[in-house]
């Protein structure tokens, strides 16, 4: 069986710890590899080297680091379909899904091409007589990176580019679920041109975690992941006095209005709800259909296209719609919840509990599920299932529909479907959500703009991507500069001031 490593100082290392996870192709069940978890030993040699190259970096001249970004563009797009390969056969998603995991991925490190722009800083020339002053944007130093396991390409790159376009060096926590991709990533980083002991690749689990949490020299913290897990890291590395943004869990939920197109809407929730097996953190969850005959006019129309899903292995290329879930824990839990739903008096409209794929008995696949008439108070409207399960809340007003996703714990995104303009711009004005969709079920914002979501699907101040990492990953110097033609004699006992 394969040893993975870790990726530190150039050069793959083994795990010295003795401590090491399973990692599983979930599409046949069967263990492919195992992943050492690094001791805060192993996470604190990491350090030290990425300490060591970081001043060397941040001297290199912003365009010389964005030309790094331009050839890992290169280098990306040349190995798509291996890095899609090693991502499906850990993760499960189909492979053109994968591929556009490393896609988006890959379109933040073209925003970071942009790096000497956005690292331009301020000057005002005479602010007082003789007084010159200037504000820099320097980098942090070291930061680190906490990842989930559902976009092993994307959410690293969407961590680390921006982090080493600024000058930073970067230490990358992957999930121990699928740890091959992002090794790759660091390899073809140095293959770009990057120097050594930039980005650097730690495997482990909340013993590394903890390791960063604790470590003085690391500045800042990034993490992506489950809500308990973000407010844990959030308030840990913010009491030793570190820079943390976390991005949490999601319900997202769809609106769909009386005047909706329901053939539009129906095709929008089956691949908004059971794309990447429902494992996307922007993945729609609830359907809230206004008015009972919205409602019964969108369930007929689902109900045909849930059935028809195809599930199966990424082997299968182009064929099939979604894959296995990550584990079998994951499938555990999906089977567990979708049992209250029933029992707390949910209708399962498309029932998937007898899924079976001859051939790939062994393998985590879960059905596909429909539920109609769920209420506010059950298990499968407030948890996040992360599973291929559409829960329909039916709404009798728009008000109560708004009312739905407002009063909801979470708020990463959100959509409403509808024709009429009025009711889009109130939505979208009116919403306590981070990203709104009109008539567009996955409003994840390209790479200029910002991704983040309000209330319990966020904890810190600024946005992944978009102009937000920029600000994230450096600090602002200025400068007060004033020469000796500018200099007063004598000693001023007051605080001075523009009169
Ligand atoms: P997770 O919280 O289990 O794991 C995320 C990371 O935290 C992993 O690297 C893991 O090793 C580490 N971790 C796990 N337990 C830990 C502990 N006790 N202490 C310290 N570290 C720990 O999440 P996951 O299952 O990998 O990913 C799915 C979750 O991520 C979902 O909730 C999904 O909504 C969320 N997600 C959110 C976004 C977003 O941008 N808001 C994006 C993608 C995924």
Not at 120 to 140: R, V
Not at 338 to 365: N, P, S, W
């Amino acid at each position: 069986m394969q040893e993975l490593t870790h990726y530190i100082n150039g050069a793959h290392v083994k795990g010295t710890s003795g401590r090491f996870a399973d990692v599983y192709n979930p599409a046949i069940g069967e263990i492919v590899a195992r992943v050492p978890l690094a001791s805060a030993d192993e996470l604190n040699q990491a350090v030290a080297t990425a300490s060591a190259a970081q001043p060397a970096w941040a001297a290199v001249n912003p365009q010389r680091r964005a030309r790094v970004m331009m050839k890992f563009v290169d280098l990306l797009n040349q190995n798509m379909d291996k890095l899609a390969e090693a991502l499906s056969r850990e993760h499960g998603k189909t492979l053109p899904d994968a591929a556009g995991d490393v896609q988006r991925g890959l379109e933040v490190v073209e925003y970071c091409i942009a790096a000497p722009q956005m690292l331009k800083g301020e000057f005002t020339d005479s602010a007082g007589p003789g007084i010159d002053m200037y504000s820099m944007k320097q980098p942090l130093g070291v930061t680190a990176g906490i990842t989930p396991f559902n976009f092993p390409a994307m959410i690293p790159m969407w961590m680390f580019a921006p982090a080493i376009a600024c000058g930073n060096a970067f230490i990358l926590k992957p999930s121990e679920r699928d740890p091959s991709v992002p090794l790759m990533l660091a390899e073809l980083m140095e293959e770009a041109g990057l120097p050594k002991g930039i980005l650097q690749v730690v495997n482990g689990d909340k013993e590394a975690v903890d390791a960063i949490l604790d470590h003085d020299v690391i500045q800042s913290v990034g993490f992506v992941g489950s809500t308990p897990i973000a407010e844990y890291i959030y308030g840990k590395g913010c009491s030793n006095g570190k820079r943390v943004q976390c991005f949490g869990g999601a319900k997202n939920h769809m609106i769909i209005m009386p005047d909706a197109d329901m053939d539009q809407a129906a095709d929008a929730l089956v691949g908004a709800g059971y794309g990447a097996a429902g494992e996307r953190c922007m993945a729609i969850s609830v359907a809230v259909p206004v008015g009972d005959e919205t409602a019964d006019r969108l369930i007929e129309k689902l109900i045909p296209r849930v059935e028809a899903l195809k599930v199966g292995p990424y082997t299968a290329g182009k064929d099939v719609d979604y894959g296995p879930v990550v584990t079998a824990a994951a499938k555990a839990n999906i089977e567990r919840l979708v049992q209250t739903g029933i029992d707390q008096g949910a209708k399962l409209v498309v029932d998937g509990r007898d899924f079976k794929l001859q051939g790939y008995e062994d393998g985590f696949f879960v059905g596909a599920h429909l539920f109609d008439h769920a209420t506010k108070d059950m298990d499968i409207y407030k948890t996040e299932i992360f599973g291929p399960v559409l829960t329909t809340v039916r709404a009798q007003t728009y008000e109560e529909a708004i009312g739905l996703a407002m009063d909801h714990e979470y708020g990463n995104g959100t959509a409403i479907f509808t024709r009429d303009g009025d009711t889009a711009r109130d939505f979208a004005n009116r919403i306590n959500i981070g990203m709104v969709g009109i008539n567009v079920p996955i409003p994840v914002p390209l790479a200029y703009h910002t991704f983040g979501g309000w209330k319990k699907s966020v904890f810190g101040d600024l946005n992944q991507h978009g102009p937000d990492a920029f600000k994230f990953y450096t600090r602002t110097k200025t400068v007060t500069s004033r020469w000796p033609s500018g200099i007063k004699e004598g000693g001023e006992f007051s605080i001075p001031v523009m009169e």
